[in-house]
């Protein structure tokens, strides 16, 4: 029933992502203290672990030919809402039986230190500001200028310069630039500037109620942005290894 | 020039149907020629609110099928001659509407009628892109709590990125949003949010603010648009949704509290 168009108009992109996953790092096979233990964490942070995709990770247990008890774990996961997605290290034996639980095998390529950020495949939804132009000036000096509304869902990224932003930018919104960012109203979303690691990167905001903000990966979320500091004119700066929100 | 309005939220429940059913009766009450279309494939209730679930022979996704004509699936409504629904599939799943398919019959719908009415579906899947994706103007159904403001905010993302006026560069959609249940009572005492606090989130142009209102529940399951439930709040508020959006200039009503008369606070005292 397909017309010629729908059968050979592209249905899919094929990109490759990386993810930033929390990996449960098995010490031991005694899968009752790993509930027991595992418990309280949940407890703390209940939204932190609700349908997060989790791995287990088995490099650092004692033997590589032990069984696993991968349905006992994935069952105490899932039912602490997590959703186990696949498993790193171990033996042959143990990657069977997790395959066998639906698990992927990860590769076991553990860079310590490694990037957490996702980089390479950054979906650019530049709100379209009416002139197209705009945008593309912006790439061209290195800035971006955005002056419309960053909605909830929506990701900027000023590569290899500064983001600027006029209008508000919404809670589940994201910005991202190479250097600074500057946002001249509410700013409830994320910003992470100095993406590619220039520790000399920084935020401006003038009023910053921010989920998130990040420089040059380190990081503060909402909850650990002092709360005088909240809706204030603020700066976001990298001294030492310490990520420093002052009044402006 | 024919135009196409999306009633979209992201989020379900807030009242999409029932606005849909509103505007395009609305629309039609004025005498232009409307056709209101339900996306939700597989979830159909604008044949419910508009009262014609009786008169379904062939639907949406017969038509894009080829299995039916436009003329054959459209259905006339009792009560205003202008009016025209074209009721979603039951049976299928969302894939059924294909954007070419979509493309073409409101191509076709644009030739005779004013005004195409797309009743989107929840959510931000295929069925919600292909509601919204043709649109000219958007009305986005909030209702004064985060978790909605936060959805349609999302959409409102989408529909600058991902509809056809966004991608092809041209001028963007106008969007419009409409407060719905609203209960000025629940906002003077913190449990919702107020008309403010939204619009400092949304900012966008407001067509209307629908208080709560059992109006609403009854006009549904009357099978009549509540917009012609003209004694009641909502409807007079949903008039006045389409008058804003037809550009008369109205005072916003329903924000305040209802004072209580003299006589029950006397008798209450």
Redesign the interface.
């Known amino acids: ?3 010629e ?2 059968s050979t108009a592209p249905a899919f992109e094929l990109k490759a992502a990386g993810f930033t996953l929390p990996v449960i790092r098995l010490l031991r096979l005694d899968m009752d203290a790993v509930e027991a233990q595992l418990l309280p964490k949940v407890q703390q942070a209940p939204g932190f672990f609700q349908h997060t995709p989790v791995v287990i990770e088995l490099n650092a247990l004692p033997s590589a030919d032990e069984e696993v008890g991968f349905p006992q774990l994935v069952g105490l996961l899932r039912g602490l809402g997590m959703i186990p997605v696949g498993v790193r290290g171990g033996g042959a034996a143990q990657h069977e039986a997790a395959k066998a639980m639906e698990l992927a095998i990860l590769s076991d390529a553990a860079k310590p230190g490694a990037k957490p950020e996702v980089v390479d495949d950054l979906a650019l ?4 500001t ?1 002139q ?1 132009a705009k945008p593309q000036i912006g790439i061209e000096t290195g800035s971006h200028l955005v002056d ?7 990701r900027v990224y000023a590569a290899g310069g500064d983001l600027t932003v006029l ?2 930018v ?4 994201e910005l991202m630039a190479d250097g600074n960012i500057h946002v001249y109203a ?1 700013m ?1 979303g994320r910003a992470i500037a100095g993406l590619h690691g220039d520790r000399a990167a920084r935020i401006f905001c003038s009023d910053l109620q921010a989920e998130l903000v990040s420089v040059a990966g380190h990081y503060r979320v909402s909850d650990s942005i002092p709360a005088k500091l909240k809706g204030c004119q603020t700066q976001v700066f990298l001294d030492h290894d310490v990520l420093r929100i002052e009044p402006l | 020039m024919a135009r196409t309005i999306v009633i979209t939220s992201g989020k379900g429940g807030v009242g999409k149907t029932t606005t849909a059913a509103a505007m395009a009766m609305g629309l039609a009450q004025r005498g232009h020629r409307t056709v209101v279309i339900d996306f939700d494939v597989g979830l159909r209730n604008l044949d419910l609110i508009m009262g014609c679930e009786r008169r379904v022979v062939y639907d949406f996704a017969n038509v894009i099928n080829g299995e039916a004509n436009l003329n054959q699936a459209l259905i006339r409504d009792k009560r205003c001659e202008h009016l025209f629904i074209l009721p979603a599939s039951q049976t299928r799943d969302k894939d059924a509407l294909t954007q070419e398919g979509v493309g073409q019959v409101l191509e076709e719908l644009r030739k005779t009628y004013d005004y195409i009415v797309c009743d989107s579906p929840a959510g931000i899947e295929h069925g919600a892109l292909m509601a919204m994706y043709f649109a000219d103007d958007a009305v986005v159904v909030t209702n004064p709590e985060v978790s909605s403001v936060r959805d349609s905010d999302r959409m409102l993302g989408i529909l600058s990125s991902k509809s056809r006026r966004a991608l092809e560069n041209d001028e963007p959609i106008r969007e419009f949003l409409l407060l719905s249940r609203y209960s000025p009572e629940r906002v003077a005492s913190g449990e919702m949010l107020g008309v403010e606090d939204v619009q400092e989130i949304l900012a966008l142009n407001l067509l209307s603010v629908i208080p709560e209102s059992k109006a609403v529940l009854n006009a549904s399951n009357a099978g009549t648009p509540v917009i012609l439930d003209v004694e009641s709040d909502a409807g007079q508020a949903y008039s006045d949704m389409v008058a804003r959006y037809l550009g008369e200039e109205r005072p916003m009503r329903f924000l305040e509290m209802e004072r209580k008369g003299l006589f029950s606070r006397f008798f209450r005292g």
Do not use: H, I, K, Y
Not at chain 1, 125 to 128: A, N
């Open positions: 029933m397909d017309s168009l729908a939804e530049l709100p379209v009416g197209s419309r509304p960053v909605r909830s869902g929506q209008a508000a919404n809670s589940g919104a509410p409830r």
